[in-house]
């Protein structure tokens, strides 16, 4: 766009509606170039879905439970609303879909008998010891790029969005094309719509060669790596591992056991219980 229809402020507005973790932002014009500098808050909360919005501005939450995601071990269990079953820490162990917090609360009468009952939902933090299987394979055998000594150039100049090309290459489906782009400038922040360089084309073909058992180790390590870094990004501590990697003929693979401590309650909808009431019957007569 030209020069005179940028507006700076519009774009800082922009910014600050559309992300709520910008808490400084600038736009200025540098020559031809628009530069954007921001800043961001690095202790923000976590951005609520507008799921999660309706549900927290609600003051009379759905009824629901709290289940095991999981079978582990409890190892803690901090309940803030809801009824706690008989779970203990530290020994009792659960399987999935086992009942932690209950969000039906026994209203109960003078002699004990339940006479009704209230519903509320059940929030609480309960962590246990679980365990997972890891298994990741791959193949001892990976294609290699082989160039081939045909190359294609072409050169190409472009003023704005129309291009001119000395001829145009077409690439095969065994090829790379590689483009080199230089844009003018006059002096150091005035840079022109005007564009030239080149474009190779280099034709390649596959050979299959097998890994080393270095590299195959090297593999699977930095993808059993990864798959630890993301457990613990989602706050789920590791721990032990006791995971080996075996080599066969065609493949490898790494597999074994991850001894974890990780959150396992889930919501569910709580059951409603409809009570019978057996009124006496007064509709017969008495002298009293």
């Known amino acids: 766009m030209q020069k005179k229809n940028v507006d700076c402020q519009g774009i800082v507005k922009a910014l600050r509606k559309e992300y709520n973790d910008i808490v400084w932002v600038s736009a200025s014009l540098d020559g031809s170039r628009l530069k954007i500098q921001i800043k961001e808050n690095e202790d923000a909360f976590p951005i609520i879905s507008s799921t999660q919005a309706d549900k927290s501005n609600k003051t009379d939450p759905l009824p629901a439970d709290l289940v095991a995601s999981t079978d582990g071990i409890i190892t803690k269990l901090i309940t803030r609303t809801g009824i706690p079953p008989q779970v203990h820490i530290g020994g009792d162990s659960v399987t999935k879909g086992t009942l932690l917090v209950s969000g039906r609360i026994d209203i109960l009468d003078d002699s004990g008998e339940i006479t009704g009952y209230q519903y509320t939902h059940a929030d609480a933090d309960i962590f246990a010891d679980t365990q997972i299987s890891y298994l990741d394979t791959i193949s001892c055998y990976h294609n290699k790029k082989v160039y081939t000594k045909e190359t294609k150039k072409s050169g190409f100049i472009?003023?704005?969005?129309?291009?001119?090309?000395?001829?145009?290459?077409?690439?095969?489906?065994?090829?790379?094309?590689?483009?080199?782009?230089?844009?003018?400038?006059?002096?150091?922040?005035?840079?022109?719509?005007?564009f030239y360089g080149h474009e190779t084309i280099k034709k390649y073909s596959f050979k299959k060669i097998k890994y080393t058992k270095k590299e195959i180790q090297t593999i699977l390590s930095s993808r059993f790596r990864y798959f630890c870094k993301d457990l613990e990004e989602k706050g789920i501590q590791i721990n032990e591992k006791n995971v080996k990697i075996y080599i066969s003929a065609e493949k490898a693979t790494a597999s074994g056991t991850l001894y974890l401590n990780q959150q396992i309650e889930e919501e569910t909808e709580t059951e409603r219980i409809t009570l019978e009431r057996n009124e006496p019957d007064e509709s017969v007569g008495t002298d009293h």
Do not use: A, M, Y
């Open 158 to 194: 472009q003023i704005g969005s129309v291009r001119l090309e000395t001829w145009k290459p077409k690439p095969s489906d065994r090829s790379e094309k590689l483009c080199i782009e230089h844009q003018l400038k006059l002096g150091e922040n005035f840079s022109l719509p005007v």
